[in-house]
């Protein structure tokens, strides 16, 4: 696999996406809802940078991209989340890619009360959305490649990585046909 964004490359991108929440938020207090599992190490690097009054809370949501499904298929549960109504969210995935995930949990969240919605990911992955919003605050633009790390899976695997790297075609044929 090759290095895309390094630890220090990371560090530096959350930073600046916090300084970008916190000077639109200022004092008013949010509650932020991670989309897992992506979000997870993301969302625990960028809550610790975020000094306002901060709820925390989860959502899951898986894209169905294999033969069977159509295209931007979204199953949503929202089983875990805090009670939102009336407050300000901000909605947290990992990353931005067709865009159908992000409409909707929009869709799905917006549907329950909540005083304003907005979202933010850690990647956008450039020329493939499909969709006419864009996340209100992000951190880095990638190429159109399959990444890993810092969260990001692979067949469940290498979510570890404390950087995102590219995986090279022998290495998803590999584990695929496993
Ligand atoms: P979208 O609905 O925007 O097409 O896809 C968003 C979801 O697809 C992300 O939350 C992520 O789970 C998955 N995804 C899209 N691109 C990548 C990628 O390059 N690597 C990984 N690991 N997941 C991706
Ligand atoms: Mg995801």
Redesign the pocket.
């Known amino acids: 696999m090759k290095v895309l964004l390094d630890e220090k490359q990371l560090a530096d991108g959350v930073r600046r996406m916090a300084a970008d929440m916190s000077a639109h938020y200022g004092d008013e207090p949010v509650t932020i809802i991670g989309?897992l599992h992506?979000c997870i190490v993301l969302l625990a690097d960028l809550i610790r940078q975020l000094k306002m009054p901060l709820r925390v809370g989860l959502a899951r949501?898986n894209?169905y991209?294999g033969a069977t499904r159509s295209p931007?298929a979204?199953t949503i549960d929202l089983d875990m989340l805090p009670d939102i109504r009336g407050r300000h969210v901000l909605l947290l995935?990992?990353?931005?890619?067709?865009?159908?995930?992000?409409?909707?949990l929009l869709n799905q969240i917006g549907d329950l009360g909540p005083s304003s919605v907005r979202s933010a990911v850690l990647?956008r992955?450039q020329g493939?959305?499909?969709v006419d919003i864009r996340p209100d605050f992000f951190a880095f633009d990638i190429p159109d490649?399959?990444?890993?790390g810092y969260g990001?899976?692979?067949n469940n695997l290498?979510r570890n990585l404390p950087y995102i790297a590219v995986l090279e075609p022998h290495e998803t044929a590999e584990v695929s046909s496993a």
């Not at 995935?93 to 909707?104: K, L, P, Q, W, Y």
């Not at 490649?145 to 890993?148: G, L, N, P, Q, Y």
């Open positions: 989309a992506g949501a894209s991209r931007g979204v995935d990992d990353i931005f890619d067709t865009g159908h995930t992000m409409v909707e990647l992955k493939r959305q499909q490649a399959f990444v890993v990001l899976d692979f290498y």
